[in-house]
C-alpha cells in the first residue's frame, strides 16, 4: 500500500499497531491546513505548557500527524526541545507506538502515527528543555 502523506521531516513509526491485530487503515486524507484539536494541558510547576493539534482535525483510522506545541509560562514558543509522544487506546493497549517528534524550530513539533483503530485514544507527551520538564496527555477520538 503506497503512503498517501509525503515522508518530509517526520518520523513515521506506528506499524507495530497492525501487528496487534487491530482495523486495517484507512489512510485519512492528510490536510493542509492544521487546526487546533480538543485537548490543552494545565500549567506545570516547571513552567511548560502544551498543547496537541491533529491533523486532520477529526483523525480517521491510519496516519495522523500529531503537533505539539511547547511555551514557556509567558506563552512564547520554545524551541529546541525534546519531545516525545507515544499512544494508545484508552481501554486496551495497541502496542509500542512511540517517537520523539521532529523540531519544527517554530516551538511546534511533529510526528506521524498511525492510530490503526477507531475509537479513544491518550496522546502522551513529554517535552525537556534546558533545566524543564513537561508531561501531559491529551484525548483523541480516532474515527
Ligand atoms: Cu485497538
Not at 489512510?27 to 500549567?43: D, E, F, I, K, L
Request: hydrophobic share 50%; net charge negative; aromatic share 2%.
Amino acid at each position: 500500500m503506497a503512503l498517501k502523506i509525503p515522508m518530509r521531516a517526520f518520523a513515521l513509526v506506528g506499524l507495530l499497531a497492525l501487528a496487534a491485530g487491530c482495523a486495517g487503515m484507512d489512510m485519512a486524507a492528510h490536510r493542509a491546513a492544521m487546526t487546533p484539536s480538543s485537548g490543552s494541558s494545565v500549567p506545570k510547576a516547571s513552567g511548560l505548557r502544551m498543547t496537541l493539534m491533529t491533523v486532520p482535525k477529526d483523525p480517521a483510522v491510519g496516519n495522523v500527524e500529531l503537533v505539539v506545541s511547547v511555551m514557556d509560562a509567558n506563552g512564547d514558543p520554545v524551541t529546541g526541545a525534546t519531545v516525545r509522544i507515544s499512544a494508545d487506546m484508552t481501554d486496551h493497549p495497541m502496542g509500542d507506538l512511540s517517537g520523539e517528534a521532529a523540531d519544527q524550530g517554530t516551538g511546534r513539533y511533529s510526528i506521524v502515527m498511525n492510530l490503526g483503530m477507531a475509537g479513544e485514544w491518550k496522546i502522551m507527551v513529554k517535552a525537556a528543555a534546558s533545566r524543564e520538564e513537561a508531561a501531559d496527555e491529551f484525548p483523541v477520538t480516532v474515527k
